[in-house]
């Protein structure tokens, strides 16, 4: 009697631990099916770049640059002409002193402008690329501050857009050409619900306008 009343109880317990087991899986199931999903927008990167205020006044002291070292290569190519212009007056005689005196200058002259090339070109696509990596950290940094106050929980570049095309002057089989470009591709659509580029463009506008963070700088309506 008492090995069968055992045997009850534990059938019991063993009910019960299924019956409670099974209220925790599907509290648990609860809770995962009451939360929100996650948040997906977009943004145009190309589209960013292209009308921030940040880039314009960026575009502006680039191209002031750019000038400054258009007029310096003018004058040094000129003072180059010149010297040689200089030589042809010694075509006739090929012996004369002053002829290898001039050719000596020239030939320094042209090391020297070749070696200040070199410098100038350099510096010029290195301030330039500079210019890119600090907007690309702005973008990032307000971004995520869009994200923090509006909720969002993953902001994707939109490269849907645009066509495929081919370079018939790249050294590269068409067909090769145009499946980098499809495989290089991570968005086929967008839906306009979710793109916040205007938005992201409006906001960074108002901080550098202010001064301000984009952290900081609301985005007007």
């Not at 925790?24 to 995962?32: F, K």
């Not at 002259?109 to 010029?124: E, G, N, V």
């Not at 330039?128 to 902001?155: C, F, H, N, P, Q």
């Not at 370079?167 to 659509?189: E, G, H, S, W």
């Amino acid at each position: 009697m008492k090995a069968s009343t055992k045997r009850i109880s534990l059938v019991i317990g063993l009910i019960a631990l299924g019956v409670t087991a099974g209220l925790v899986c599907q509290a648990g199931a609860s809770r995962i099916m009451a939360q929100s999903p996650s948040v997906v927008v977009t943004v145009n990167l190309s589209q960013v770049l292209e009308k921030l205020d940040q880039r314009a006044a960026a575009t502006v002291a680039l191209k002031t640059m750019t000038e400054a070292f258009r007029a310096e290569d003018d004058k040094k190519k000129a003072e180059l002409n010149e010297i040689s212009n200089q030589l042809k007056a010694f075509e006739q005689t090929p012996d004369d002193p002053k002829r290898t005196e001039l050719q000596e200058k020239a030939a320094t002259m042209l090391m020297d402008y070749q070696s200040w090339l070199r410098f100038a070109t350099s510096k010029a696509d290195l301030e330039e690329a500079l210019v890119m990596k600090d907007l690309y950290r702005t973008i990032k940094e307000a971004v995520k501050a869009m994200a923090d106050s509006e909720g969002y929980d993953v902001v994707m570049v939109d490269d849907s857009q645009g066509e495929l095309v081919l370079n018939d002057d790249a050294k590269m089989p068409r067909a090769v050409q145009m499946k980098q470009q499809i495989v290089a591709r991570r968005t086929l659509f967008v839906s306009s619900r979710v793109d916040i580029t205007d938005h992201l463009i409006t906001r960074m506008n108002n901080a550098y306008k202010s001064g301000t963070s984009a952290a900081a700088t609301p985005a007007t309506q």
